[in-house]
């Protein structure tokens, strides 16, 4: 009972002096350098994934709502699926934002993924990709109502070795682009894939992820390229550097350099 007691008032306490903001911030530090690091995780990266027989998946919803000199109302939610069958492994993932205040809807989004591989064997693959994003509230030419993605093609395992792997994969897709006032532009697109990754030593390997997507409007290529150290049992670091061409941009080129480092003692 008297942890009860004490545990309230402190609750309370981080709350309305802020401290709980300030660990909020820490947190979200640590999930931004966390997400760094994994950006060299490949579950396909040594050979074909192992995924769960039949259906399997997760759900979550949350709900907020504000009530006094603001009124509010906030819904989120989202679910991923799984489905497995032999070689066939199929995957969904969808998501809802919802929120409106006191004047109406501020709100309405709707995101879904699709992707489907099937296995042929240990070295060739292959793969369906669809995305749909929709904005409720668009009303404008600059904004964006619908945005969809559809392709598929062929992968390839050109290298898999406990030291080094490296893998290809190409295809065709349609993609499909809504503005706020109904205009919309449909075209075909190109696209490829190359996964690398080199064990140096032990304690130390690089990736070189490289995606490319052709089509009338723009050619664009995002090419991730990143070292990993794990200086001791403790101490990991990633170094990496992003760079995002799209030849429709009056800049063409955006890079980024990363530096990541995370301790534990």
Do not use: C, H
């Not at 759900?59 to 939610?77: D, P, V």
């Not at 929120?99 to 489907?116: Q, R, S």
């Not at 809504?178 to 190109?190: A, C, P, Q």
Request: aromatic share 10%; hydrophobic share 40%; no cysteine.
């Amino acid at each position: 009972m008297l942890a009860l007691l004490v545990a309230g008032p402190v609750l309370a306490q981080t709350t309305i002096t802020g401290v709980r903001d300030v660990n909020d911030r820490i947190d979200d530090i640590n999930e931004i350098v966390a997400e760094d690091m994994e950006r060299a995780e490949d579950a396909a990266r040594f050979g074909n994934p192992e995924a769960r027989a039949g259906l399997s998946g997760s759900a979550s919803i949350g709900y907020s709502g504000k009530t006094g000199n603001n009124e509010s109302q906030e819904f989120s939610g989202g679910v991923r699926l799984s489905y497995a069958q032999g070689n066939f492994v199929q995957t969904l993932g969808a998501a809802v934002d919802f929120a409106e205040d006191g004047v109406g809807k501020t709100k309405e989004d709707i995101f879904a993924v699709y992707d489907a591989n099937y296995y042929f064997d240990q070295s060739f693959y292959g793969f369906v990709l669809a995305r749909l994003e929709a904005d409720g509230l668009a009303s404008t030419a600059g904004d964006v109502r619908r945005d969809g993605f559809l392709g598929f093609g062929p992968g390839y395992r050109v290298v898999n070795t406990p030291d080094m792997t490296w893998r290809l994969q190409a295809g065709i897709g349609v993609s499909y682009l809504e503005d706020g006032l109904r205009n919309s532009v449909t075209e075909t697109g190109y696209l490829a894939a190359s996964r690398f990754y080199y064990r140096i030593n032990d304690g130390v390997f690089m990736t070189n992820d490289t995606d490319v997507l052709a089509s009338d409007s723009a050619l664009r290529v995002n090419n991730d390229l990143g070292v990993n150290f794990r200086v001791t049992d403790a101490v990991s670091t990633r170094i990496s550097y992003l760079s995002e061409y799209n030849d429709n941009r009056a800049i063409r080129t955006d890079n980024k350099l990363g530096v990541s480092l995370v301790f534990g003692f």
